[in-house]
């Protein structure tokens, strides 16, 4: 398997393919999007946000650190944005508008697009806007995936 890209390497590429209005494909790394994006396995269609953040957009942004974040509005307040991975149940709030490069603009698992208005994915994200659901699936899973050896 060949080294993982930098994406800091390619932070004016993206950026300039989202200012044309172009799309970037992005293979997320991590588990903070589990169980929706597979690390290896799923990508998501980046485009530039064109218009306020709204709840459950799946944002790409970068952290006052210089880290890369792929993760989903849980709210937009006054004082920011404030986001977590599906796989996450702690917040980060205060993720201001600048930080954003783009947003999921559609979501492949495996070479199959995710239909984001289908029944399924929205009562995906109905359930897992609860915190107490996801303390409860997500440790199930966790079993699951070490039963079958995923």
Not at 91 to 119: C, D, H, K, P, T
Request: hydrophobic share 40%; aromatic share 12%; with cysteine.
């Amino acid at each position: 398997m060949s080294d993982p890209i930098v994406i800091a390497e390619y932070d004016s590429l993206i950026r300039e393919v989202l200012a044309t209005d172009g799309e970037f494909r992005l293979y997320p790394r991590g588990t903070s999007m589990l169980p929706l994006i597979r690390q290896g396995k799923d990508s998501v269609a980046l485009h530039r946000l064109d218009r306020p953040p709204k709840k459950d957009d799946i944002l790409f942004y970068q952290r006052r650190d210089g880290s890369y974040v792929l993760h989903r509005v849980k709210e937009v307040t006054p004082q920011g944005l404030t986001l977590w991975g599906d796989n996450h149940i702690m917040l980060e709030q205060g993720v201001q508008e600048e930080q954003i490069i783009g947003y999921a603009a559609r979501i492949f698992r495996g070479a199959r697009e995710l239909n984001s208005q289908g029944f399924f994915y929205r009562c995906y994200l109905w359930l897992w806007q609860w915190k107490a659901v996801r303390r409860l699936l997500l440790p199930m899973f966790y079993r699951c995936r070490r039963k079958i050896g995923v």
